[in-house]
């Protein structure tokens, strides 16, 4: 029941009714009504941001979506393990391999470089977690691009390894006559007196004095490219090309064991100690050659003789005595 209110006159000395006016009223309906309608509209805004009007195809979407935000989660993480493991490896390739076979490190910009050009991630655009996505893309296909760089630089340092290898079998290493073989070493490389004029002159080799018939053994892998008497002084020798610029001669021999173009390895027997050519005794004449140049051979032993065996014959070698040849 509506209330009736009254006000007080004092002309007439008596209450009178209120009567209320017809826009006040109209006000006071549209107050009710803008106020109903605001209060509905944040209802609704309520509603739709729970899940108690949504759709179990809508619930069963929100949770895959949620399912999706979380393994790319667990994908980022994994990408962060993969990132310190290959930063590990290029790490060690730069400083460690490459330094090793003296390479050169492949520069950190190349490492990390991403992707120029158009815009590789346009259908990825558009949707509620883009950003997510294609961040997570970029970065995938950024570390699959370090992969595939460090796998060929792995591919690389294989091949300098193998070639490593391969020099480190032909450098003239040993000595080319047994130690238990040898009367004595009797003449190093430097000036010495000509056994037939007596005059001083270079002598480009050491000579290994040893009975007639004793093995000669190459002293590196390499190609027999001479095994004849045809150079003046030298009478039957063996010339090996290691490779590398390296090559070894063998000189004033009684009879071959190899013959051109046959290949051989360290250590393998190729001749017998003569006194054919321009030889006072019976002796192995051994020279070593890099890049065209005649070296002192004592410089080469290292792979068969001790520090004690190898200092006897530095001294020895040292000596401006009489060469046998």
């Known amino acids: 029941m509506t209330k009736v209110k009254y006000y007080y006159d ?3 000395l008596s209450y009178r009714k209120i009567e209320p ?3 006040r009223k ?3 309906i549209f107050l009710f009504v803008l106020g109903a309608a605001l209060f509905g509209f944040l209802g ?6 729970t899940n108690l009007l949504n759709t179990p195809k809508e619930l069963a979407l929100q949770r895959e979506l949620n399912n999706y935000e979380l393994r790319f989660e667990l994908l980022n993480r994994k990408m962060d393990q993969m990132e310190q493991v290959l930063t590990n490896i290029e790490d060690r390739d730069n400083n460690i391999y490459r330094l090793y076979f003296e390479a050169n490190p492949i520069p950190e910009e190349q490492r990390r470089a991403g992707f120029g050009g158009v815009n590789r991630y346009k259908d990825l655009e558009g949707f509620n977690n883009s950003e997510m996505i294609i961040s997570t893309t970029r970065r995938m296909e950024i570390i699959q691009k370090q992969m ?4 060929k630089s792995l591919d690389e340092i294989t091949k300098l390894a193998e070639e490593k290898e391969k020099l480190l079998a032909a450098i003239p290493a040993i000595q080319p006559v047994n130690n238990e073989e040898l009367t004595r070493m009797a003449s190093g490389y430097g000036w010495r007196s000509d056994p037939f004029t007596k005059a001083r002159k270079m002598h480009w080799g050491m000579d290994f004095t040893a009975p007639r018939g004793v093995p000669v053994y190459a002293t590196g892998d390499g190609k027999v490219i001479r095994a004849d008497n045809n150079a003046s002084g030298y009478g039957k020798h063996i010339r090996v090309d290691h490779g590398y610029g390296y090559m070894t001669l063998y000189a004033h021999l009684s009879r071959y064991n190899v013959k051109r173009g046959q ?6 027997l190729i001749g017998f100690v003569g006194s054919t050519g321009r030889s006072e005794a019976p002796h192995l004449h051994y020279e070593v050659w890099k890049d065209g140049d005649k070296i002192n051979p004592i410089n080469f032993y290292y792979g068969s003789l001790t520090a004690e065996e190898f200092e006897n014959m530095l001294k020895t070698a040292s000596q401006e005595n009489q060469s046998l040849d």
């Not at 595939?148 to 796998?151: E, G, L, T, Y």
Request: aromatic share 8%; hydrophobic share 30%.
């Open 44 to 49: 609704l805004i309520f509603l739709l941001n």
């Open 263 to 268: 290949q051989v390895k360290r250590g393998d």
């Open 26 to 28: 109209y006000r006071n």
């Open 148 to 151: 595939v760089i460090q796998s």
């Open 10 to 12: 004092p002309d007439t």
């Open 21 to 23: 006016k017809k826009s």
